[in-house]
């Protein structure tokens, strides 16, 4: 088993700056990748960015040149800093990890609520 806990969310005003984390614990060995979803209300979930073990990552074309996914492998937390953060950002953002040999993301955070407003 995996838990992910994250933590980092709050308000800030538009062109501000946040950054989540997600700290996993349990059987960290087995993750594969790490991902942090979103979801807006009335919107579907979204996913923001991805981080692999090996470090590729990868990223919606909405936060690409904002955000940046990273790792601390010592301290098993990913990381998602957002800069020049915009209204439509705001949104429940959660982690999730993937397993090695699996192809779906089975574990997940219980979200962190980041609000960006004037």
């Known amino acids: 088993q995996v838990q992910l806990v994250e933590s980092g969310g709050g308000l800030v005003q538009p062109g501000g700056s946040l950054r989540l984390s997600c700290a996993a614990s349990g059987s960290t060995s087995r993750i594969y990748a790490i991902a942090w979803y979103r979801q807006a209300p009335g919107k579907q979930r979204e996913l923001v960015a991805t981080?692999?073990?090996?470090?590729?990552?990868n990223y919606a074309d909405s936060v690409k040149g904002r955000f940046t996914i990273s790792r601390d492998n010592t301290k098993n937390t990913v990381y998602l800093q957002m800069n020049n953060l915009k209204l439509e950002d705001t949104a429940v953002y959660s982690c999730?990890?993937?397993?090695?040999?699996?192809?779906?993301?089975?574990?997940w955070g219980q979200g962190t609520q980041v609000t960006v407003s004037s």
């Open positions: 981080i692999t073990t090996g470090g590729n990552t």
């Open positions: 999730a990890a993937r397993r090695v040999g699996t192809g779906t993301y089975s574990y």
